[in-house]
């Protein structure tokens, strides 16, 4: 795509999008000086290496995954100790609690677990029954929000 086309895009997209007016005020204000022009290009591809990153497909280790599957099909939230009791039969090493933590938590980092505090504990689920749990805790209205839309959701609920 030439600079051309690629700016006659730019403009469709944002005379089409609802904040296009504010997002176009915006980088005028930005472009219009060299040093913020220089600072936004420098962040700009930072963005774009971090949405490739987001964009790769994640895939957990097979022990991993067999971790993810038991947390999965208990239809509860479980503590590490308890995926640990639950898994060591199948992987000897996760007889330790703080070696099945460490997956737990490679899991969620991954974002394909999530994780609430309770009291002093912290509790492995589904990323949707996390973000519903956390958002009890909150006080705020789990059937308002929508966990994929905006990872949880504004006062409005929208």
Do not use: W
Not at 111 to 139: D, I, Q, W
């Amino acid at each position: 795509m030439d600079r051309g086309e690629s700016i006659e895009k730019l403009a469709l997209l944002l005379s089409a999008d609802g904040y296009g007016d504010v997002v176009s005020g915006m980088l005028v204000e930005i472009l219009a000086e060299d040093r913020k022009r220089n600072v936004f290009v420098v962040k700009l591809r930072e963005l774009a290496n971090e949405l490739k990153a987001i964009d790769q497909e994640i895939t957990p280790t097979p022990m991993e995954q067999d971790v993810l599957d038991f947390v999965v099909a208990t239809k509860q939230s479980l503590s590490a100790s308890e995926v640990s009791t639950g898994m060591c039969a199948c992987y000897p090493r996760l007889r330790h609690r703080t070696h099945a933590s460490s997956v737990l938590n490679s899991l969620v980092s991954k974002e394909v677990l999530g994780n609430v505090k309770v009291s002093c504990g912290h509790y492995f689920t589904t990323p949707v029954e996390a973000v519903m749990g956390r958002l009890k805790g909150g006080g705020e209205e789990p059937n308002r929000c929508s966990p994929v839309r905006n990872r949880g959701c504004d006062r409005d609920g929208i």
